[in-house]
């Protein structure tokens, strides 16, 4: 079983910044592509950025966030700058064993709980 925990959510006002991290357990970190999402209240889950030997990113947050991982650590991160109050919403990490392309929400085998992000104008 793959245990994924967030952390680094919290309020900032627009224009700040904040890191969020993934820790993984349970399984060999380095065999998965690891993603971030987010869902807003009252709306689908949206994807934010992946990584495995690219990296992916939604048109919304590109040149703002920044997604990276450390293998040794078995950790992925999600860099967040110039934070807008449209980027509030509950933030996902999740992995997939898929590779060589950006991977489908539906792709992803194994989710955290979550950590909510709120951005204040």
């Known amino acids: 079983q793959v245990q994924l925990v967030e952390s680094g959510g919290g309020l900032v006002q627009a224009g700040g910044s904040l890191r969020l991290s993934c820790a993984a357990s349970?399984?060999?970190?380095?065999?998965?592509?690891m993603g971030w999402f987010r869902q807003a209240p009252g709306k689908e889950r949206d994807f934010v950025a992946a990584?495995?030997?690219?990296?992916y990113y939604a048109d919304s947050v590109k040149g703002r966030f920044t997604i990276s991982r450390d293998n040794a650590k078995n950790t992925v991160y999600l860099q967040m700058h110039s934070l807008k109050p449209e980027d509030t919403a509950v933030y996902y990490c999740?992995?997939?064993?898929?590779?060589?392309?950006?991977?489908?929400?539906?792709?992803?085998?194994?989710w955290g709980q979550g950590t909510q992000v709120t951005v204040s104008s």
């Open positions: 990584i495995s030997s690219s990296t």
């Open positions: 999740a992995a997939t064993v898929v590779a060589g392309r950006r991977p489908e929400l539906h792709e992803y085998d194994y």
């Open positions: 349970g399984h060999t970190f380095n065999n998965y592509a």
